[in-house]
């Protein structure tokens, strides 16, 4: 129990080092997955074209230059155009696209349980009361007739 | 559920679906973006300070070569499009090469490898394929004086047929 705390102690503190070298010291492999080829409609890290080891050569000289992750995506927006991330960004218009599915989702699950509350509230309900309406005197001599010829 | 409620859910799903088939039909009828004359563009240069407008090139014959350093075939008939633009730019031709989807520095070292002469602009990503029908590099179109497209060259072109379509724009 002890230990499996210790780990994931060290988990939670080393996660965010990792993403912080990452940041500043990325390679080309963590770059990869996050691009495009732009040629090929796949990641980077999918495509051995001539377009993807020309974009390889240009990470890899941003990476020597001494460029962060960060750095280098913006490098390639600029050259490339929006289309080479992988993912849209998550700044301006773009984070339209990371929240609308998160809102879509909400919005469901609202939609749901009120649909449930309702179902639940309906069923759980008093039972209708009989209807009131008074018999007609007709009616009423004819329930009698019939009741008296039941009873004999 | 009260009845404006259930009435109002009802038009806003009618409302959705209208919507969405309003999109389709408009994604169906408009194609791939493809416009019929030529999209004006103002673009850098590559080998040359400033832009380039396609616009104030109207009343001569364009030849719009597009490419990219990456490209295979660009480089193979690079050759024939610089000799083709020396031969023509004394008869009212212009040649634009349209770099796209390409590092600039690459790009410009592809047009120092090939000695290119003519005006070679940056479009970045794909901004321009849509307008003008691109599926891959390189295309070539040819654009008469009147400002619309005589002719259209998937691939690669060859000498012969360039300097054909350029003979044929220039009868118009």
């Known amino acids: ?152 | 559920m009260p009845a404006r409620l259930k009435l109002t859910g009802q038009v806003l799903a009618v409302a959705l679906v209208g919507g969405l088939l309003g999109l389709l039909i408009w994604k169906v009828a408009h194609g791939s973006g493809e416009t019929k004359d030529p999209k004006n563009f103002t673009l850098p240069r590559l080998n040359a300070p400033g832009n380039l407008e396609l616009a104030s090139l109207k009343g001569k014959v364009v030849v719009l070569n597009f490419m990219a350093s990456w490209c295979v075939p660009c480089g193979q008939e690079a050759p024939a499009i610089e000799h083709l633009w020396r031969q023509y730019r004394s008869k009212d031709v212009v040649f634009v090469g349209v770099d796209t989807a390409d590092a600039s520095e690459d790009a410009r070292a592809f047009i120092r490898k090939h000695h290119l002469t003519y005006p070679v602009v940056r479009s970045i990503g794909y901004s321009l394929w849509g307008p003008y029908g691109l599926t891959g590099v390189p295309e070539t179109r040819v654009i008469g004086r009147n400002g619309k497209f005589t002719t259209k060259f998937p691939g690669a072109i060859t000498h012969a047929d360039l300097k054909r379509a350029i003979d044929q724009a220039l009868r118009t």
Not at chain 1, 60 to 69: D, E, M, V, W
Not at chain 1, 84 to 108: R, T
């Open chain 1, 1 to 152: 129990m002890l230990a499996a705390s210790v780990a994931a102690a060290a988990m939670v503190v080393a996660a965010p080092a990792a993403a912080l070298a990452s940041e500043q010291h990325p390679t080309l492999a963590e770059i990869e997955p996050e691009v495009m080829c732009l040629v090929c409609k796949t990641t980077l890290d999918q495509s051995d074209s001539a377009f993807a080891n020309q974009e390889r050569t240009l990470i890899r000289s941003l990476i020597a230059r001494g460029y962060t992750k960060s750095q280098i995506k913006k490098k390639l927006v600029a050259e490339y155009g929006p289309e080479i991330l992988a993912a849209p960004e998550d700044s301006g218009f773009d984070i339209l696209a990371w929240w609308l599915p998160i809102a879509g989702i909400v919005a469901g699950a609202v939609a749901l349980a009120w649909l449930a509350w309702r179902w639940s509230r309906g069923r759980r309900g008093p039972p209708e009361e009989p209807s009131t309406t008074p018999l007609g005197p007709d009616v009423e001599q004819q329930l009698d007739r019939e009741l008296a010829r039941f009873d004999a």
